[in-house]
């Protein structure tokens, strides 16, 4: 049984379709990376799943469930905010967003934890985070306890909400960029703790980073202009990508550890979407045939959408 079943997820702001009927399935304790340029549609998948696209904005689809949970899409507010942070954690791309500016970190935490039953006390609540906060290398983490969120830099407001997404061990992590305000001292120690290696998490993990997908995922979700063009195993597809755009993206990587993800051409434009392949007109491979879109087909765990995809083995 999956944790989570997306099944043709659409993400519309007004005229503009973000995501185009995008579906996967997460299974359980499997860490997943989701990759792709700046506005391919990351951050709106990441944000259907934790029901905050909200109108004038659209998420549709035929099911996004979470097991046991039920639609994530259509859940009462209240129900939904009790499976964020006990079911699913979420570290949005920008942090602040998620915090209160004026109270105080740790008021915010206790009030976390008294909403989900998690506490006994104030004092209680502050012996469960403050050691997490250590944890993340928060300096001083005593004092950002007790300080406003909204003095905090981009860094250590990433760290604070990456505490509440892990706090209470959800099954499932969504987490956007999570490690970009950070510095890469820090970074693997956060991933650490994100990931939680040994334990039955499941992470739907977004990075620029391809080597820290190689390193924390077992999966990997290709997107491009708002559809995924490749995943699969991360020993498969990274070793041998089938997706021209994956060949690409891979390629743009110079080194391991450098968090590069710039190609050459034109990023599409998503308002500008025509009936074949939106990689064609960067794509070195491009014959007629790609006027018209290719589906995503599957051999195995491998999938891609491509009309000269290299033999899948
Ligand atoms: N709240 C919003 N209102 C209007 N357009 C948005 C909004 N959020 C994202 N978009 C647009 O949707 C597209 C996908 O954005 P996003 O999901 O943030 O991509 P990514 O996370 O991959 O960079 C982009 O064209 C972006 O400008
Ligand atoms: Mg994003």
Known sequence: MSLLNVRDLTVTYGRLTAVHEVSFTLEPGRRYGLVGE???????????????????????????????????????????????????????????????????????????????????????????????????????????????????????????????????????????????????????????????????????????????????????LVMYAGRIVESGPVARVFVDPAHPYTTALLGSVPRPGLPLMSLPGRPPNLAEHGDGCDFAPRCAHGTDICAVRPALQADGGHAVACHHRKALV
């Open 38 to 220: 700046t506005g391919c549609g990351k951050s709106s998948v990441s944000r259907s799943l934790l029901g905050l696209v909200r109108p004038p904005n659209r998420a549709t689809a035929q099911a996004v469930t979470l097991d046991g949970c039920g639609d994530l899409l259509h859940m009462p507010a209240r129900r939904l905010r009790a499976v964020r942070g006990a079911d699913i954690g979420y570290v949005a791309q920008n942090p602040f967003g998620a915090l209160h500016p004026v109270l105080t970190v740790g008021e915010q935490f206790h009030r976390f934890l008294a909403a989900h039953a998690a506490t006994r006390s104030r004092a209680d609540s502050r012996s469960q985070v403050v050691p997490l906060l250590e944890k993340l290398g928060v300096p001083g983490a005593e004092r950002v306890y007790d300080g406003h969120a909204g003095t905090l830099s981009g860094g250590m407001a990433q760290r604070v909400v990456i505490a509440f997404a892990t706090l209470l061990s959800p099954r499932l992590v969504v987490a956007d960029e999570p490690t970009t305000a950070l510095d890469v001292t820090v970074q693997r120690q956060v991933l650490d703790i994100i990931a939680a290696p040994g334990h039955d998490r499941t992470l739907l993990l977004t990075t620029h980073d391809l080597s820290v997908v190689a390193q924390y995922c077992d999966e990997v």
